[in-house]
């Protein structure tokens, strides 16, 4: 579950965000699944990233340890969708 959106960011978190948006395939996989507006499967991810699903994994585990990206796994089948919220607290604290 992702931390309530009143708690301020840590220093540690907000790296954890721009490291994972500083790769371009990672900001790919972002942009796709807003674009998107719903969940992919890890297929259809890595297929439109123009990846093999073993890199797909690296790099979505980092969106999802940042918070970006939520991962759903169904049988062998992973679910992925932007965090629409902890994208929009990450903006709102850089307004700030």
């Known amino acids: 579950?992702?931390?309530?959106?009143?708690?301020?960011?840590s220093t540690e978190h907000q790296a954890?965000?721009?490291?994972?948006?500083?790769?371009?395939?990672r900001l790919?996989?972002?942009?796709?699944?807003?674009?998107?507006?719903?969940e992919a499967t890890g297929t259809e991810v890595a297929t439109h990233a123009g990846i093999s699903l073993a890199l797909l994994c690296h790099h979505t585990d980092a969106l999802v340890e940042s918070g970006i990206v939520r991962k759903r796994k169904e049988g062998q089948t992973c679910y992925f969708r932007l965090n629409r919220e902890m994208l929009a607290r990450v903006m709102r604290h850089l307004k700030a």
């Open 28 to 38: 790919r996989i972002v942009n796709y699944l807003r674009e998107l507006g719903q």
């Open 1 to 9: 579950m992702a931390p309530q959106l009143r708690t301020p960011i």
């Open 16 to 25: 954890a965000v721009f490291k994972a948006l500083g790769e371009p395939r």
